[in-house]
């Protein structure tokens, strides 16, 4: 089952601006800003609700989401949803037919546990699942 | 304030595909199905946590969801915030630089009152206030 949506993932050219946009036009103060060396991103997040939205900035020109702006430009990148039961919604949606980016699941940021559908698969709607084990 | 993420508009050739992969890929049942004659889309909802998700399929190819599908494909199509103070944020985002597409609130599905902020004002997202009056 899935609980909720965790975040969405929106890629944008520069952090900064971009933060500015979500605390100046929509009102939303940043919560915390981090690196992921590993996806070489840089990241802000914002609350909203019992879901957060997560900017993605690149770090460098071969970091995925600097491929994703030179193919799409700005703009939403990927949508999470959080279950309790990760391996089990991976199995079921590998059963009903959904190509998978990840089978079993990887290290994503804040301790969680993630793993992408495949955006052909997800009617061009790049989809992760995220769990944190206690 | 924006209280919640309301909903997520997706963008779909097939309705009744899509539906079908939100229930079986991703085991979320369909709320409704809904026709808003207005926008020229049949619509059909997904509760998951506090917010939803919209699948939006045009039923006419002047649809201003035929042309998003013809220039984009399918996928995110607007990111809906619920808010109790609708025109106060408009008046914030306008403030703050923001371009609007509806400088007034318009009526919405659901007996929402809505109001769209341009998507090269808000980092390639096109991006939906509701609020719904008691």
């Known amino acids: 089952m899935l609980q909720k949506i965790d975040h969405l993932g929106i890629a944008v050219k520069s952090l900064d601006e971009a933060v500015a946009h979500y605390e100046n036009v929509m009102g939303v103060p940043c919560e915390k800003k981090e690196v992921i060396e590993s996806q070489k991103v840089r990241t802000a997040f914002f609350a909203v609700g019992d879901t957060h939205i997560e900017l993605?900035?690149?770090?460098?020109?071969?970091?995925?989401?600097?491929?994703?702006?030179?193919?799409?430009?700005?703009?939403?990148?990927?949508?999470?949803?959080?279950?309790?039961?990760?391996?089990?919604?991976?199995?079921?949606?590998?059963?009903?037919?959904?190509?998978?980016?990840?089978?079993?699941?990887?290290?994503?940021?804040?301790?969680?546990?993630?793993?992408?559908?495949?955006?052909?698969?997800?009617?061009?709607?790049?989809?992760?699942?995220?769990?944190?084990?206690?």
């Open 56 to 134: 993605l900035e690149p770090t460098s020109d071969d970091s995925p989401i600097a491929k994703f702006l030179e193919k799409n430009g700005e703009g939403l990148h990927h949508v999470a949803y959080y279950t309790d039961h990760l391996e089990e919604q991976l199995k079921q949606a590998e059963e009903a037919g959904c190509r998978l980016i990840n089978r079993e699941p990887v290290p994503g940021a804040g301790g969680k546990r993630i793993a992408f559908l495949h955006p052909k698969s997800t009617y061009g709607v790049l989809t992760e699942f995220c769990t944190k084990d206690e």
